[in-house]
């Protein structure tokens, strides 16, 4: 069974911090890792990594994927208050792009 | 970009009524949509496969007698949870991956509730 672990599930920063937020996984016929940002709704679509070592990165949000030690980090630098949301990880495994999420990181940045 | 629709955008339904939500890609074909369920404060948890022009496939666990998902043209999938009870109140959120990307655009979801 596919598995996707995010760490840490909680995290409360001041503006101006620099977080990182971690995801592991174990699947079967790896495709593609995705960051998602939650907010009251969707998900929306930050960052799609098939390849290791190669930062993707849109403003303050960077992201790498490692594919032997099966894992992805997404940073974020200067947090402001708009970034407070939940952060999901997700892998694309086997067919038919099916996606396995984690649990998601629940980031809360304060003024 | 691509965009999603859900319809309804929440709804409230007594136990024992059945409730059917709509998911329609806008600007492009989708021969695959996903359907998701989210409780609070928990992830999205796949609920089933819509393949247009055949059957769904569920995951494990997933009753699909209860949950009954209806493909019928490459931009509209719906999904309708019959008999529906308290403990089915949820965030129902359907996705669609657009063309071969791997990249999915999911709807703005439907929070149903059950009294």
């Known amino acids: 069974e596919d598995k996707v672990v995010q760490s840490p599930l909680s995290l409360v920063v001041h503006e101006g911090d620099t977080v990182t937020l971690n995801c592991s996984y174990e699947v079967t016929n790896f495709r593609s890792l995705l960051w998602y940002k939650q907010e009251k709704k969707a998900p929306t679509f930050l960052f799609m990594l098939t390849s290791s070592g190669i930062e993707k990165k849109s403003g303050r949000l960077s992201s790498i994927l490692d594919k032997k030690e099966l894992f992805s980090i997404l940073n974020i630098t200067a947090t402001q208050t708009g970034d407070s949301a939940v952060y999901l990880c997700?892998?694309?495994?086997?067919?038919?792009?099916?996606?396995?999420f984690g649990k998601g990181t629940l980031l809360t940045v304060n003024p | 970009g691509a965009v999603v629709s859900q319809h309804p955008s929440w709804v409230i339904c007594k136990s024992g009524t059945s409730v059917k939500i709509e998911c329609r890609s806008l600007d492009f074909q989708a021969t695959t949509m996903f359907w998701y369920r989210q409780f609070p404060k928990q992830s999205l948890m796949l609920m089933a496969t819509?393949?247009?022009?055949?059957?769904?496939?569920?995951e494990q666990g997933v009753e699909k007698d209860k949950f009954l998902i209806n493909h019928a043209s490459l931009t509209l999938s719906t999904l309708t949870v019959t008999s529906a009870h308290p403990e089915d109140s949820s965030f129902y959120i359907c996705?669609?991956?657009?063309?071969?990307?791997?990249?999915?655009?999911f709807g703005p979801g439907t929070r149903l509730t059950v009294t």
């Open positions: 996705s669609a991956p657009k063309g071969g990307a791997v990249e999915q655009y």
């Open positions: 997700a892998v694309e495994g086997g067919s038919n792009y099916k996606l396995t």
């Open positions: 819509s393949n247009e022009g055949s059957k769904a496939t569920y």
